[in-house]
């Protein structure tokens, strides 16, 4: 029987099955934030339940923490009432649970899926879940990560085990040499407009072919956390190299330990006959520079193409319409034509080292827009945010016009002082241009950290 | 099965027609600051259902209605079942857009296909999605068009009736249980706390880095 990665790792985990045609699956390591978690641990305390195994979960409080605070910040200094409430809740559930917590103050504090990898707890050949569809960016260590609900959290945390069903396999191999404009940003818009954001449904899509094997853990990383806007609540890609040598720099475990590991790591990856119940293969070479011009992450273009007024399927004509006029796209042709307000660079897509220095290369030396409003520089995790500092990259963001914050989720989804006001325009290194995602009424358009770096300084979309 | 017969919802049937309604859309952020698990009746499809922009805590009184949002018509202000096209419930995980459906009211969903989590999260809330073709799909578009319809969805047959006509639904017999009794997942689970255990007790000797320091 020829299996694929996504087959290994079920049957690593395959505890018992049921009737429904669900299994058991044990959970290696637990994510937890703060708003998805605070009716799962009420369940626990009614139930009177305490959790399964204390230490596969980690803590951190990031969808509603403010990015605009200092050293001494304490929870009581967020000024939004019910967030703050919320944050504490966290506080206290982990206080009363024993789960280790980076909170607020915590030089670790982050995004939840930029500290995880970051600090070693997400290790290849794990199942990894965590109250965020996001989770699956894990999958780039070789994991089977994906993102759960809150009753789903709080079964996790009663019997370490998620009881689903299991998924089809789907493999997206992208091969070739792309331009050197084109980061892995672009790689995954284009796969999302290519198949569309329900094209991975019901499925793990394992990522593979000659590009991904040369890029690193930053940008895998980038292309497993956008499965989902295809549909996948599972990415993944086998673990390599490229994986260990990440993983000799963030993880703990003894020198001794980790080869042990390393050596059952390089089995983790799909037999050569391995059947995949879909499979397509992209060529890198031809992808351009791409924008989201809509309210789906599948409506996105090249960045000097013509905004489309007409769907491909006649169903979808509605949506097109509604896009264009929510949008605020009457008689503009390219996106050039429009005029932007705000530019975000964070979002656990693209809030990774990698993705700062990105943007701070266009910047370097360069001014934004009088026309831009605001650009904002959000780095993903306390960690990120000191190595960014050490290298010099806040000043040249500062010097642009840049703020540089603290880390959060901040703008990817306007749960926090960072939002658009209505009808604002945004440049956004972020995953998801739903209607009002960054605040009511604010226009999205998704795009590489590069491509935001030039869309402030020109405060309209322009090529390189 | 194992209870009673002829199981069945029957009510209104309100439809939004469009693909990819996601669950931002079925409840915005802002509402995602509750540590609640009820009470998000007021803030389904908030950025259709309202003019203005709400806050978590303001009521729908206080608000400004967009009349021409469906739910908000009084025919269909106590809908029980919705009929929307492709991947309904796709992007974010938030249990908190069945919460909000299930809190106004609404029993049953009819799509042509569903998010993924959105799907799992249904049937941890007693809340049915039914998933038929784009054809039928179509069709019942098309008669909800004229007028509003009394649709009657019946989980032991699996059919649902609307005007005269009949369309057979696919689902396994277990999750029309849970439906139906609204089993908690993890009082099931837990039967199998010994077979758990055993499967970690081996898991540390094979994968010992797995639980390092812990």
């Given at each position: 029987m020829h299996s694929t990665l996504y087959d290994k790792l079920w049957n690593e985990h395959f505890v018992t099955s049921f009737d429904s045609g669900e299994s058991l699956i044990y959970i290696d390591r637990h994510y937890l934030h703060e708003v998805t978690s605070p009716q799962a641990f009420e369940g626990l305390i009614k139930k009177n339940i305490k959790p399964w195994r204390v230490d596969a979960n980690i803590a951190t409080p990031d969808h509603n923490v403010p990015t605009i605070r200092a050293k001494s910040f304490a929870i009581e200094s967020i000024d939004d009432e019910i967030s703050k409430i919320q944050v504490k809740e966290l506080d206290k559930n982990c206080d009363l649970f024993g789960i280790k917590q980076f909170d607020i103050k915590s030089l670790n504090q982050g995004i939840v899926h930029v500290i995880g990898p970051e600090l070693g707890y997400t290790l290849p050949g794990m199942t990894i879940v965590c109250g965020d569809s996001h989770t699956s960016t894990h999958g780039a260590f070789g994991c089977l990560a994906m993102g759960i609900g809150t009753s789903e959290v709080e079964h996790v945390l009663a019997t370490q085990c998620l009881k689903i069903s299991k998924l089809k396999n789907m493999r997206v191999n992208f091969e070739g040499i792309p331009s050197p404009d084109i980061t892995s940003k672009d790689v995954i818009l284009f796969l999302i407009r290519t198949i569309g954001v329900s094209g991975g449904n019901g499925h793990a899509i394992e990522f593979a072919g000659s590009y991904i094997e040369n890029i690193s853990m930053e940008a895998r990383m980038t292309i497993c956390n956008m499965s989902i806007e295809a549909g996948a609540k599972v990415g993944l890609i086998a673990p390599d190299q490229t994986t260990f040598n990440y993983l000799k720099r963030s993880s703990n475990l003894p020198r001794e330990l980790l080869t042990d590991a390393i050596e059952f790591w390089s089995t983790l990856k799909t037999d050569p006959d391995a059947k995949f119940d879909k499979e397509i293969t992209i060529?890198?070479?031809?992808?351009?520079p791409q924008i989201s011009?809509?309210?789906?992450?599948?409506m996105v273009i090249d960045f000097d193409e013509t905004i489309p007024s007409t769907s491909t399927r006649k169903e979808n004509q509605k949506n097109f319409e509604n896009a264009r006029k929510y949008m605020g796209i009457k008689d503009e042709k390219k996106l050039s034509d429009l005029k932007f307000d705000r530019v975000f660079i964070g979002s656990c897509t693209n809030s990774r080292i990698e993705d700062l220095r990105d943007a701070a290369k266009v910047l370097e030396g360069k001014k934004i827009s009088k026309k831009i409003l605001q650009a904002i520089v959000v780095p993903g995790s306390g960690q990120v945010k000191k190595q960014a500092e050490s290298e010099g990259l806040h000043s040249i963001f500062i010097d642009a016009g840049f703020e540089w914050r603290e880390s959060g989720c901040s703008m990817c989804l306007g749960m926090n002082p960072d939002r658009l006001s209505p009808y604002e325009r945004c440049a956004s290194t972020s995953n998801r241009n739903f209607e009002g995602r960054q605040g009511n009424l604010g226009r999205t358009h998704l795009m590489s950290p590069k491509m935001a770096a030039l869309t402030a300084i020109h405060g309209k979309v322009i090529g390189q | 099965m194992r209870t009673e017969d002829n199981i069945q919802i029957e009510g209104i049937m309100a439809f939004i027609d469009r693909d990819n309604i996601d669950t931002d859309q079925i409840i915005p952020t802002e509402y995602l600051k509750s540590i609640k698990k009820f009470g998000y009746e007021d803030y389904l499809f908030d950025g259709w259902r309202y003019l203005d922009e709400g806050k978590l805590g303001v009521s729908k009184t206080s608000r400004k209605l967009n009349n021409e949002f469906i739910l908000n018509q009084p025919i269909f202000m106590t809908s029980k079942i919705l009929l929307a096209r492709d991947?309904?419930?796709?992007?974010?995980?938030?249990?908190h857009a069945v919460w909000a459906l299930r809190d106004f009211g609404i029993q049953v969903i009819i799509a042509s296909s569903f998010g993924d989590i959105f799907y799992n999260n249904c049937f941890k809330n007693g809340l049915l999605p039914i998933n038929l073709s784009r054809s039928v799909i179509d069709r019942l578009f098309q008669l909800s068009a004229q007028d509003a319809q009394l649709v009657k969805v019946c989980l032991q047959s699996r059919n649902i009736y609307l005007q005269g006509e009949e369309f057979s639904f696919n689902l396994e017999d277990d999750l029309a249980d849970r439906i139906i009794n609204q089993f908690d997942d993890i009082d099931i689970s837990l039967k199998f706390a010994d077979k758990i255990s055993c499967f970690e007790q081996d898991r540390i000797t094979k994968r010992p880095w797995i639980f390092y320091n812990e």
């Amino acid at each position: 029987m020829h299996s694929t990665l996504y087959d290994k790792l079920w049957n690593e985990h395959f505890v018992t099955s049921f009737d429904s045609g669900e299994s058991l699956i044990y959970i290696d390591r637990h994510y937890l934030h703060e708003v998805t978690s605070p009716q799962a641990f009420e369940g626990l305390i009614k139930k009177n339940i305490k959790p399964w195994r204390v230490d596969a979960n980690i803590a951190t409080p990031d969808h509603n923490v403010p990015t605009i605070r200092a050293k001494s910040f304490a929870i009581e200094s967020i000024d939004d009432e019910i967030s703050k409430i919320q944050v504490k809740e966290l506080d206290k559930n982990c206080d009363l649970f024993g789960i280790k917590q980076f909170d607020i103050k915590s030089l670790n504090q982050g995004i939840v899926h930029v500290i995880g990898p970051e600090l070693g707890y997400t290790l290849p050949g794990m199942t990894i879940v965590c109250g965020d569809s996001h989770t699956s960016t894990h999958g780039a260590f070789g994991c089977l990560a994906m993102g759960i609900g809150t009753s789903e959290v709080e079964h996790v945390l009663a019997t370490q085990c998620l009881k689903i069903s299991k998924l089809k396999n789907m493999r997206v191999n992208f091969e070739g040499i792309p331009s050197p404009d084109i980061t892995s940003k672009d790689v995954i818009l284009f796969l999302i407009r290519t198949i569309g954001v329900s094209g991975g449904n019901g499925h793990a899509i394992e990522f593979a072919g000659s590009y991904i094997e040369n890029i690193s853990m930053e940008a895998r990383m980038t292309i497993c956390n956008m499965s989902i806007e295809a549909g996948a609540k599972v990415g993944l890609i086998a673990p390599d190299q490229t994986t260990f040598n990440y993983l000799k720099r963030s993880s703990n475990l003894p020198r001794e330990l980790l080869t042990d590991a390393i050596e059952f790591w390089s089995t983790l990856k799909t037999d050569p006959d391995a059947k995949f119940d879909k499979e397509i293969t992209i060529d890198v070479s031809k992808i351009k520079p791409q924008i989201s011009w809509g309210t789906s992450p599948e409506m996105v273009i090249d960045f000097d193409e013509t905004i489309p007024s007409t769907s491909t399927r006649k169903e979808n004509q509605k949506n097109f319409e509604n896009a264009r006029k929510y949008m605020g796209i009457k008689d503009e042709k390219k996106l050039s034509d429009l005029k932007f307000d705000r530019v975000f660079i964070g979002s656990c897509t693209n809030s990774r080292i990698e993705d700062l220095r990105d943007a701070a290369k266009v910047l370097e030396g360069k001014k934004i827009s009088k026309k831009i409003l605001q650009a904002i520089v959000v780095p993903g995790s306390g960690q990120v945010k000191k190595q960014a500092e050490s290298e010099g990259l806040h000043s040249i963001f500062i010097d642009a016009g840049f703020e540089w914050r603290e880390s959060g989720c901040s703008m990817c989804l306007g749960m926090n002082p960072d939002r658009l006001s209505p009808y604002e325009r945004c440049a956004s290194t972020s995953n998801r241009n739903f209607e009002g995602r960054q605040g009511n009424l604010g226009r999205t358009h998704l795009m590489s950290p590069k491509m935001a770096a030039l869309t402030a300084i020109h405060g309209k979309v322009i090529g390189q | 099965m194992r209870t009673e017969d002829n199981i069945q919802i029957e009510g209104i049937m309100a439809f939004i027609d469009r693909d990819n309604i996601d669950t931002d859309q079925i409840i915005p952020t802002e509402y995602l600051k509750s540590i609640k698990k009820f009470g998000y009746e007021d803030y389904l499809f908030d950025g259709w259902r309202y003019l203005d922009e709400g806050k978590l805590g303001v009521s729908k009184t206080s608000r400004k209605l967009n009349n021409e949002f469906i739910l908000n018509q009084p025919i269909f202000m106590t809908s029980k079942i919705l009929l929307a096209r492709d991947n309904f419930g796709c992007g974010s995980s938030r249990e908190h857009a069945v919460w909000a459906l299930r809190d106004f009211g609404i029993q049953v969903i009819i799509a042509s296909s569903f998010g993924d989590i959105f799907y799992n999260n249904c049937f941890k809330n007693g809340l049915l999605p039914i998933n038929l073709s784009r054809s039928v799909i179509d069709r019942l578009f098309q008669l909800s068009a004229q007028d509003a319809q009394l649709v009657k969805v019946c989980l032991q047959s699996r059919n649902i009736y609307l005007q005269g006509e009949e369309f057979s639904f696919n689902l396994e017999d277990d999750l029309a249980d849970r439906i139906i009794n609204q089993f908690d997942d993890i009082d099931i689970s837990l039967k199998f706390a010994d077979k758990i255990s055993c499967f970690e007790q081996d898991r540390i000797t094979k994968r010992p880095w797995i639980f390092y320091n812990e």
